[in-house]
């Protein structure tokens, strides 16, 4: 199963267009996966920052932590963590809880557009 955290949608950025392209990716491969997302699904502005917005995007990421958190019971050896950015502001307390809990000792992977960890 791969537990993917796409990026926030921006308006002025092409993020969406590249969620689009990875879940398709992941439907042609035949590849299980379930997407972390926010209620923020309406395109958004950056106010404040240059590349993402310095409020918004930690708020985002720190939900998409939150749901994965809560689904962590479904985490099981094999998986895959996919994030778009690893610049992820849930993974710190996403592998905190993964180890408290034993998930340490499973074998999962965590990737970004083409790097392994």
């Known amino acids: 199963m791969i537990h ?4 926030q949608n921006l308006e002025n950025r092409d993020y969406r267009m590249f969620d689009q392209e ?5 439907r042609e491969f035949n590849l299980p996966f379930y997407i972390y997302s926010n209620e923020l699904t309406e395109a958004q502005e950056i106010k404040s920052g240059w590349v993402m917005d310095a ?10 932590a939150k749901d994965f958190l809560q689904r962590l019971d479904t985490v099981k050896s094999g998986d895959v963590l ?7 502001f849930g993974l710190d307390a996403m592998k905190y809880a993964g180890f408290m809990r034993d998930q340490g ?9 083409g790097n392994v960890y």
């Open 55 to 64: 409020v918004s995007h930690p708020v985002h990421c720190i939900e998409q």
């Open 22 to 26: 990875m879940q398709k990716a992941f």
């Open 105 to 113: 000792r499973k074998n999962i992977r965590i990737c970004s557009r």
């Open 4 to 7: 993917y955290f796409p990026l």
């Open 82 to 88: 996919f994030f778009n950015d690893l610049t992820h």
